[in-house]
């Protein structure tokens, strides 16, 4: 069971979308989640997306990442991701080798402040 909790908001004065993510999520709570932050971007005309998860916890194996990815990647394929993961763990570290192996623009960073700036930036 998930018990997630999301919150998303668009930036107006930087053309990014916002989200942060706090709980536990299943595989598919992630797939959703992605679908949803694609809308959000689209209904914004932005390209940029800075999704928090440094507060969620996983609650699937590794292994379905490779299962989900494909679903995600349909979703991010024209956005530029920038995850803030607080630390580098195995699931982020393969979240990030598998959007890549997809064509995602997509990059995991400690801080908001550097995931800000490098969505600035790109």
């Known amino acids: 069971m998930s018990t997630l ?21 299943s595989a598919q709570d992630v ?6 932050a694609n809308g959000y971007a689209k ?21 379905d990442i490779v299962n989900i990815m494909p679903k995600i990647a349909h979703y991010l394929r024209d956005l530029s991701i920038a995850r803030v993961v607080g630390f580098e763990g195995y699931m982020h570290d393969l979240f990030l080798q598998k959007a890549k192996r997809f064509n995602v623009n997509a990059e995991n960073f400690e801080c908001f402040k550097s995931a800000k700036q490098w969505l600035c930036n790109n």
Do not use: C, P, W
């Open 5 to 25: 909790s999301t919150s998303i908001t668009y930036d107006e004065t930087t053309s990014l979308v916002m989200m942060t993510l706090r709980g536990t999520a």
């Open 31 to 36: 797939v959703d989640v992605y679908q949803i």
């Open 43 to 63: 209904t914004h005309n932005s390209s940029k997306i800075l999704v928090d998860v440094s507060n969620l916890e996983h609650r699937f194996a590794a292994i």
